[in-house]
């Protein structure tokens, strides 16, 4: 079944990097757009960043310059690399799989994992 499985939280000071994985099984990884969103309590999960099938990307506006993403389709492995973290920045990040054309409904999800960001 389809898998996605997020690595690399934790807690960071506020200038700091992380990286962030995402683990992908049982469906073909290079077919599909991958991104992160992140979500704090008590807001509406938000888009960070996408990247492509194609390998195009887009960042929201509050993160770019900060983070890139990447993916490695030998690896099935979707990348956040988070620069200058912002203590805005701490949630909870999840890694999303979408098939293009497809209703978002059928998309899957990681557990997520944590960021904070604090000194």
């Known amino acids: 079944q389809v898998q996605l499985v997020e690595s690399g939280g934790g807690l960071v000071q506020p200038g700091g990097s992380l990286r962030l994985s995402c683990a992908a099984s049982?469906?073909?990884?290079?077919?599909?757009?991958m991104s992160w969103f992140r979500q704090v309590p008590g807001k509406q999960r938000e888009l960070v960043a996408v990247?492509?099938?194609?390998?195009?990307?887009n960042y929201a506006d509050s993160v770019k310059g900060r983070f890139t993403i990447s993916r490695d389709n030998a690896k099935n492995t979707a990348y956040l690399y988070m620069n200058s973290l912002k203590p805005e920045d701490a949630a909870v990040y999840y890694c999303?799989?979408?098939?293009?054309?497809?209703?978002?409904?059928?998309?899957?999800w990681g557990q997520g994992t944590q960021v904070t960001v604090s000194s």
């Open positions: 049982g469906f073909t990884f290079s077919s599909y757009d």
């Open positions: 990247i492509r099938r194609s390998r195009s990307t």
């Open positions: 999303n799989a979408h098939f293009p054309g497809s209703d978002d409904r059928d998309d899957s």
